[in-house]
């Protein structure tokens, strides 16, 4: 599956991941105080290379990232992955 | 006389040392002596190295950091699956260094946050002190 930088950027919003340009876009996942999750994306609009690894970051199966960039996974939802993977 | 003598040199010095690797080598080697650039069609990229250095003055790597390469589309990734960091270029050197800022931003973020990080991101910052050595 692919991932372009308008989705990637959908997505990190919708689970309310925070965010620093710092050459790259960095964003990470914080929850009650605790940082769980970081991934970054390159500059630049269009397709994102690294979306395997990008996707490890998250923390999502393919699945679950397709469906989120479907908008049918929110904030709780994607913390009720986490909790499933241990990360909490 | 003389003149056999020279002949014999000549022939002598034609041999060449050792067969050739590959093609590749070959071609490069013929275009090499004829002043000719050579484009290769074959894309060298290797499939893993060990990652000794960062290019921070800052830090300093003690255990080398596996790296793994792909290619995907026209881009060289880098990974680092250890760390669970990656970078991208052209082609293998910029993969590298992309990889090599990346691994330095996440050493310098998990250290000034290390109080507050989760299970996955403790046990990365765990292997970076394993690794990675401050001056």
Redesign the interface.
């Known amino acids: 599956m692919t991932i372009k930088a308008h989705e990637f950027d959908r997505v990190i919003s919708k689970f309310k991941f925070k965010t620093r340009d710092s050459g790259d876009l960095l964003a990470w996942f914080e929850y009650k105080g605790k940082i769980i999750a970081r991934t970054r994306r390159s500059k630049g609009s269009g397709e994102l290379p690294m979306q395997h690894s990008i996707r490890q970051q998250m923390k999502l199966n393919e699945d679950q990232l397709r469906e989120a960039i479907k908008c049918t996974i929110n904030r709780q939802g994607y913390i009720r992955i986490l909790h499933e993977k241990g990360l909490l | 006389m003389p003149r056999t003598d020279i002949k014999v040199q000549i022939q002598k010095e034609s041999q060449p040392l050792a067969p050739f690797r590959d093609e590749a080598n070959n071609q490069y080697l013929i275009d090499a002596l004829k002043g000719r650039n050579y484009h290769s069609q074959k894309i060298m990229t290797p499939d893993n190295i060990l990652l000794g250095t960062l290019r921070d003055g800052r830090i300093r790597v003690i255990t080398p950091i596996k790296v793994n390469f792909t290619r ?2 026209k ?1 060289v ?1 880098a ?1 680092a699956v250890e760390l ?3 970078g ?1 270029g052209d082609n293998t050197s910029e993969a590298i260094v992309d990889l090599q ?2 691994i330095t ?2 050493y310098f ?1 998990l250290d000034k ?1 290390r109080s ?6 403790k046990r990365i910052w765990d292997i970076l002190q394993e690794k990675i050595l401050k001056r």
Do not use: K, P
């Not at chain 2, 507050?116 to 991101?121: K, V």
């Open positions: 995907e589309g881009h990734i990974e669970d960091e990656f991208f800022r990346a931003e996440l973020n946050e507050r990080l989760g299970i996955d991101l």
